[in-house]
């Protein structure tokens, strides 16, 4: 089976795809929630999770063979759970990245995964440990390597999807080693980004999304991409639109155990809660008080249960909003639930020009809504700005615009043309001149006046503090400066008339921060 995934929609770098298995097609991006063979059946059980709604499971191959060895094989792992659904088996890494070592080889391992029921199964993989030094580090990646090229023999005959792991840990050039050698090894369906339990753990957000786009930028973009032991849906949002296709986490049940509740921005010590701020079937029927009364074993059943219920929520929340083209405003959103997202976003602004190259133009049927002074590196709008430059590039060689003529634009209108305060301006442009014409807009950057109703412009919501931000007149001024200084090379008799308005203050104040660039370069400047 080679195509065994197909991309059908696409937001920033996050994709809704079908993924191909054995035994099912599935919609991604995927959930696993992890159960251990014997202990989690005891505390909820796959009946509630497939209520819930996910199809998916992972389970550990090692525990499995612990305790059921050849028995596994009379009756089906399937059939031992209750699950029709996709499963996945891990093999055992998460135990040795615990202890140290487990009593079983890789070939051994992945032996008796191929014999097993699954629909997909995972290497017996060397996680890189985050408090490991560099040479430890070095040695799961190359152990790694090494096991997944010695059962290449049963993977290429394989119908599972097998799932090759990408350690490196910390040590960023460790990762991309890992990821380049990784790509080199032909059978494998599925790429794993492993060890990001501990990163997770100590809210080290930024260092998981580094991995993922070292990673990405390798792999090519028809592969699905698996993010071991992620599952909060405070990382959801991100990972999903830096191109992850699948992700599995215990945490819903280790949660639950420790009386704690899962939120979109965090998670609550259950003795603290006086409400639940949840309408899940278990906030709707019981209080914290309630549940702080229950037998522990039913506590921890019920709060697993709304755990699950979060991340389940939360994935179809980023579903819609990539269906809906909005998937960078939901990162924006969830960006101010936890300081440390913060540091998320500036990747996502520094990895702009990459994204771009993976993002569609337009989708959906919303405008853009700018609420933040991230807004402005949205992959989108940034691609707008190139194709609006590349065409004034055009018209300036082929000499169809003699005069190249720069009005700010009212953003209190639409189209911006309707707004009573740029009647005046438009009163001294003569009609001829009208295609040489163009807006220059905070965030948007430069844009022809006949484009001005075209998506996404028209249907832009802009916030007044965003436009009066110094930060956006500062970045509209280089861009200004940048657009003006090229033209000037294009053609140097170029006529270049710009036009500020006072009743529109950030036009008065770019004047201000703008004008002696503009002398320098002889550039007529018209305030009105």
């Not at 990001?196 to 990405?216: A, G, H, S």
Request: proline share 5%.
């Amino acid at each position: 089976m080679d195509e065994i995934f197909e991309i059908k929609d696409k937001d920033l770098m996050g994709r809704i795809g079908v993924l191909h298995t054995r035994s099912m097609k599935i919609e991604t991006p995927l959930f696993f929630p992890v159960i251990h063979p014997i202990r989690n059946l005891r505390e909820i059980s796959v009946e509630d999770i497939k209520k819930i709604g996910f199809n998916t499971l992972i389970t550990n191959a090692y525990l499995v063979k612990k305790f059921y060895g050849e028995k596994i094989f009379e009756t089906g792992l399937k059939k031992i759970l209750g699950f029709e659904g996709v499963l996945m088996t891990d093999s055992g890494a998460y135990q040795i990245m615990q202890y140290g070592d487990i009593d079983v080889s890789n070939r051994e391992i992945v032996e008796y995964q191929e014999r097993m029921d699954q629909d997909i199964a995972v290497i017996l993989d060397i996680p890189t440990r985050s408090d490991v030094s560099y040479e430890e580090a070095e040695r799961s990646v190359e152990e790694t390597f090494k096991r997944a090229y010695e059962v290449l023999d049963i993977i290429n005959k394989s119908e599972k999807l097998w799932v090759l792991p990408i350690q490196g840990g910390g040590y960023k050039d460790l990762v991309y080693k890992s990821a380049v050698k990784s790509f080199e090894l032909p059978g494998y369906k599925i790429y794993g980004i492993g060890s990001p339990v501990t990163f997770l753990e100590n809210y080290e957000y930024d260092k998981i999304l580094e991995n993922i786009f070292i990673v990405k930028k390798i792999l090519p973009p028809d592969k699905p991409v698996h993010l071991f032991g992620a599952g909060h849906p405070m990382i959801i949002p991100f990972i999903v639109a830096s191109g992850v296709d699948m992700f599995d986490s215990a945490s819903y049940i280790l949660y639950a155990r420790e009386n704690r509740y899962v939120t979109e921005y965090g998670t609550e010590r259950l003795e603290d809660l006086e409400y639940f701020p949840c309408s899940c079937p278990v906030c709707s029927r019981y209080t914290p008080k309630e549940l702080m009364e229950m037998s522990r074993e039913e506590r921890t059943r019920l709060l697993a249960i709304h755990n699950l219920y979060m991340i389940y929520k939360e994935l179809k929340r980023v579903k819609t909003a990539l269906k809906e083209g909005r998937l960078w405003e939901l990162l924006i959103e969830r960006s101010h639930s936890h300081p440390r997202l913060r540091s998320v976003i500036k990747i996502f602004i520094r990895e702009k020009d990459f994204i771009e190259r993976y993002s569609p133009f337009s989708k959906g049927r919303r405008g853009l809504f700018i609420t933040e002074y991230e807004s402005l590196y949205r992959p989108n709008i940034q691609r707008s700005k190139n194709r609006n430059f590349e065409v004034l590039s055009y018209k300036i060689i082929k000499r169809i615009c003699e005069e190249i003529i720069f009005i700010p634009a009212d953003l209190r209108y639409k189209p911006f043309s309707s707004s009573p305060v740029l009647k005046n301006v438009f009163s001294q442009i003569d009609i001829r001149k009208i295609s040489c014409t163009y807006y220059y807009v905070p965030v948007l950057g430069i844009l022809n006046i006949s484009i001005e109703e075209a998506y996404p412009y028209s249907q832009t919501e802009i916030a007044r503090e965003v436009i009066e931000d110094p930060r956006v007149i500062e970045v509209l001024k280089k861009e200004l400066v940048e657009v003006l200084d090229n033209l000037r090379r294009i053609r140097e008799d170029l006529n270049i008339v710009i036009y500020f308005v006072k009743e529109l203050d950030w036009s008065l104040k770019l004047y201000e921060n703008l004008s002696r660039d503009l002398e320098k370069i002889n550039i007529k400047t018209i305030v009105l």
